[in-house]
């Protein structure tokens, strides 16, 4: 594209208009211009894009760039620059990263002020440049201000004037960490709008914990209710980071209104009616900066952060920011380790915010000591990350007691990551870290192994699949399949729970067995049988369930296994359901595989457990609230309609003569179902009246195999069940992984197994019972 630069006197004429320079003396307008450099750029040309380092400023001779910020795959539109406009702002401290992109609307003629040129005329000129600089900084925190209101669920739709309007009627603040913002029952006076940092929003009443109400961050508002009601402040508003807030005073918001009636009325009066229909639900931020503290000093943090780095990056922009990262990037040593109080504080909070804003996900590794940076990372932090050495003593020491001292005072989310030798078999001793700390979750990741690390960066970035099987008895081996094609379709699962059949597979799948060994040791552990006894409480004693159940898991607890598991029981004493998250692997799947009047209940704490086919069948809700955020499938092997077409019994049935119509062939056939599967389809019942209600809202994907024709006690038919699970999610995940958002196949290679050629073992024996 040729196009003429313009001549000297208009470049200088040009700069003089421009809202940076305007002022200045002609000789210092001069000098500028000898340092601008003339380009032509073509329309649809990405000039700059969100995430570059910046290298320089930009003017516009002629055309229209339009400025814009890329936030959960969504374009937010920031700003229009024309004429005599500038762009590209950077910061004079510190390696500048483009929080924006810029594009050319049309066809454009700009001049670009090199970062270099800038900084040396900024050296020989200082106080002829505090005019540039001062409004430099101004245009930073402009440009800061409106990705918030862009953000913001509150002004969404306001044109570009309008939001130039607002901008300048706001008072920019800087809040420090643990300082609250809005009072419970203060006049509401103002409103305030969340430009960085995070909040937590709490309501004080007659218990003696706070109501926690909310945790809120960039683009995101609280007071505005009050601001039009005039009514007190219904919450108290709290700092859990060093924050920067807009304040949007009662006069300003009178004076917006006179300018903008239409537009500022639909606005506020949307707000009210937003937080009325909302007013019951909690709501929390999903995390998008991490501290990371070290708590084995042997442990290498860089490796570990290299491999988390390489895990987040599947998802989003993300940086590790140490302190030597920021002492490098302002040239100075020690430069990290400002305190709040520090003339240098706004520079980096400053350049903080810009990392902030050009990633999506930042984690930021804190020093082995408290020091000013340490506690800076937990300030920046959403979510607190802890590592340790799977191996050392779990005792918490002198710098960690400190740390979570200050944590525990807020809602930032805490996890532990315990690491281990990359060839470690099952975890053990888990529980003996969990139960001294107030942790929100834990994760085992094994040293260099990258896909322990994708997991957790899943979890950590709110993009984790939760996988739910349900009961099913023997047709609970479809399950297997579906694993099976999951696999080969490269579909990472990273959390398993279920329920009865279900919950064993999910056990052995958490353990990290593969096909074929759950394929034959659960069959194995079903066609065994079990004691009938006096059916005084139930028919079968469940001792030969114990004894095999416990021969497959041994003492291994919930907590030891390489990834998040629960399960479900029904607590038939107090009419709730149980979830399993914690305790002997053992207890939970037996209190999952009760049902009642086959197996006798488990008791616990005094209270009877039995099969959780009883309330839920299909935990979909348990696991949408353990993995808020994610993804989830659900497996269902249990159709609404079963055992039909039976023969009318009026005047009673007669075991005698039913056994009769089984063994002779020429007597009259008598279609009834058995005791075994009366009472384990009875078992189901309020389960799957349940999941059909709730199934189509909170799974992402609803799996339902074709295993109706194989009998619920048909053990010895696994491998058939299992193809059946295999064909069927197959050609399911064919067309739902070209959707959207779902988890894309990667090119993995999967040796053939024995389930890709069924077998039919025999005829179904009697009394053979195992999980349900």
């Keep these: 594209m040729r196009s003429t630069p313009p001549s000297r006197s208009q470049l200088i004429e040009l700069i003089g208009q421009n809202i940076l320079t305007a002022g200045s003396r002609q000789d210092l307008l001069a000098t500028i211009a000898d340092c601008l450099q003339f380009t032509a750029v073509a329309q649809n040309t990405l000039i700059f894009r969100q995430g570059e380092e910046a290298d320089g400023l930009y003017l516009v001779v002629q055309g229209t760039v339009q400025i814009f910020s890329e936030h959960d795959n969504n374009r937010l539109i920031m700003s229009h620059s024309s004429k005599s406009h500038l762009f590209g702002e950077f910061l004079l401290c510190g390696n500048s990263i483009?929080?924006?992109?810029?594009?050319?609307?049309?066809d454009c003629r700009l001049l670009f002020w090199p970062m270099e040129t800038f900084g040396a005329l900024l050296l020989q000129q200082p106080e002829d440049f505090t005019p540039i600089t001062t409004r430099l900084v101004r245009r930073l925190g402009w440009n800061q201000t409106m990705l918030a209101l862009r953000l913001s669920s509150l002004f969404i739709g306001l044109n570009e004037q309008i939001v130039r309007d607002l901008i300048n009627a706001l008072t920019i603040k800087s809040i420090p960490a643990n300082t609250l913002l809005l009072k419970q029952s203060d006049p509401a006076e103002y409103?305030?709008?969340?430009?960085?940092?995070?909040?937590?929003?709490c309501r004080e009443n007659e218990n003696p914990q706070p109501e926690m109400l909310a945790v809120i961050g960039r683009g995101e508002t609280v007071g505005e209710v009050g601001l039009i009601s005039g009514s007190k402040r219904a919450a108290n508003v709290f700092a859990i980071r060093d924050s920067t807030v807009a304040y949007l005073n009662r006069n300003a918001f009178e004076r917006l209104l006179k300018q903008h009636p239409l537009e500022i009325n639909q606005t506020f009066v949307r707000s009210l009616i937003n937080r009325l229909e909302k007013n019951s639900q909690v709501k929390t931020n999903t995390a998008n900066t991490f501290a990371l503290i070290n708590l084995s000093p042997h442990l290498d943090p860089f490796e570990f952060c290299r491999c988390l780095l390489k895990g987040l990056q599947n998802h989003s922009l993300a940086r590790v920011l140490t302190s030597t990262i920021v002492d490098q990037a302002f040239m100075r040593p020690d430069a990290a380790q400002c305190d709040f109080n520090n003339l240098d504080n706004a520079s980096l909070v400053q350049w903080l915010s810009e990392?902030?804003?050009?990633?999506?996900?930042?984690?930021?590794?804190?020093?082995?000591?408290?020091?000013?940076w340490t506690r800076r990372c937990l300030r920046q932090a959403d979510h607190v990350v802890f590592l340790a050495d799977a191996e050392d003593r779990p005792d918490i020491a002198a710098l960690e007691a400190q740390l979570l001292a200050e944590l525990n005072a807020n809602a930032v989310k805490k996890t532990l990551v315990l690491q281990h030798p990359k060839n470690a078999q099952t975890p053990i001793g888990t529980s003996r870290w969990l139960k001294p700390r107030q942790l929100d979750s834990h994760y085992h990741v094994r040293q260099q192994l990258q896909s322990d690390f994708d997991r957790l960066a899943r979890f950590m970035t709110g993009n984790a699949l939760g996988l739910v099987l349900g009961g099913g008895a023997a047709r609970g081996f479809a399950h297997i399949g579906v694993l099976k094609a999951l696999k080969e379709r490269g579909i990472a699962v990273d959390m398993v729970g279920g329920n009865s059949m279900g919950a064993v597979l999910a056990a052995e799948f958490a353990l990290q067995w593969d096909e074929n060994r759950m394929l034959e040791k659960t069959r194995q552990l079903c066609v065994r049988g079990d004691r009938m006894t006096l059916p005084l409480v139930?028919?079968?004693?469940?001792k030969t369930m114990t004894d095999a159940l416990e021969n497959l898991f041994g003492d291994i607890?919930?907590?030891?296994?390489?990834?998040?598991?629960?399960?479900?029981?029904?607590?038939?004493?107090?009419?709730?359901?149980m979830i399993h998250r914690q305790g002997t692997l053992l207890?939970?799947?037996l209190s999952s595989n009760a049902p009642p009047g086959l197996f006798p209940p488990q008791v616990s704490n005094g209270d009877l457990l039995v099969d959780g086919a009883l309330l839920n069948n299909l935990p979909v809700d348990v696991m949408r609230e353990l993995n808020p955020g994610g993804r989830i499938i659900a497996v269902d092997v249990n159709e609404r309609e079963d055992l039909l077409d039976n023969t009318d019994n009026l005047g009673g049935v007669s075991g005698w003569q039913l056994l009769w119509s089984r063994l002779n062939p020429w007597a009259p056939r008598i279609n009834m179902p058995g005791m075994v599967q009366i009472l384990t389809r009875a078992s189901m019942i309020g389960g799957l009246a349940q999941q059909k209600k709730m199934r189509a809202g909170l799974a992402d994907l609803y799996l339902q195999p074709p295993v109706k024709h194989f009998p619920l006690t048909g053990y010895n038919r696994a491998r058939a069940i299992a193809y059946a699970g295999y064909q069927y999610t197959r050609e399911r995940l064919k067309g739902w992984q070209t959707q959207p958002g779902n988890n894309p196949a990667l090119p993995l290679r999967h040796a053939q197994t024995a389930l890709d050629s069924p077998t039919e073992d025999g005829q179904i024996p009697?009394?053979?019972h195992g999980a349900m």
């Excluded at 483009?98 to 049309?106: G, I, K, Y």
């Excluded at 990392?355 to 000013?372: F, G, K, M, S, T």
């Excluded at 139930?538 to 469940?542: A, C, D, I, R, V």
């Design 98 to 106: 483009r929080s924006t992109s810029a594009l050319a609307l049309t």
């Design 587 to 589: 207890a939970a799947l």
């Design 538 to 542: 139930s028919l079968f004693s469940g």
């Design 766 to 768: 009697a009394a053979k």
């Design 355 to 372: 990392q902030e804003l050009a990633h999506e996900h930042i984690v930021y590794l804190a020093d082995a000591r408290l020091n000013p």
């Design 557 to 577: 607890y919930i907590e030891d296994l390489w990834m998040p598991f629960f399960c479900v029981s029904c607590n038939i004493s107090r009419a709730t359901l």
């Design 191 to 201: 409103m305030c709008i969340v430009i960085n940092g995070q909040f937590q929003v």
